[in-house]
């Protein structure tokens, strides 16, 4: 199982970046994947998640409207695409993989219930 996520680097407060996230090695009809990150100091914590068949997308409040997430079941493939970004925003972000259930559960938001982890890409907001 391989969680590959890419896409990160230095933009300025306002602009926009779009992270991916490959997986393998899962059948990702029973997984849903979250995207979390990691500030410099401070605790993991959740930004989005997505069933794969789409159907289901939750956002934290603090990016709700300004980033979107999808996938694409061809590419094996989520997207983070992160809008109006900010000095906030600057974080190491992970994706993970975790039962389906996670989603209509409601507990997307709990990192500890993913099972797979990628090595994550850094994110970077100057202002």
């Known amino acids: 199982v391989q969680l590959q996520a890419s896409g990160g680097g230095l933009m300025q407060a306002g602009g926009s970046l779009r992270l991916s996230c490959v997986a393998s090695g899962l059948e990702l009809d029973y997984y849903a994947i979250g995207w979390f990150r990691q500030a410099p100091g401070k605790e993991r914590e959740f930004v989005s998640a997505i069933s794969w068949s789409g159907n289901s997308i939750y956002y934290a409040d603090s990016v709700k409207g300004r980033f979107i997430i999808s996938g694409d079941n061809a590419k094996n493939t989520v997207y983070l695409q992160m809008n109006r970004l900010r000095s906030e925003d600057t974080a190491r972000y992970y994706c993970?993989?975790?039962?389906?259930?996670?989603?209509?559960?409601?507990?997307?938001?709990?990192?500890?219930?993913?099972?797979?982890w990628g090595q994550g890409t850094e994110v970077t907001v100057s202002s």
């Open positions: 993970a993989a975790g039962a389906a259930n996670l989603l209509s559960d409601k507990r997307y938001y709990s990192q500890r219930l993913y099972d797979y």
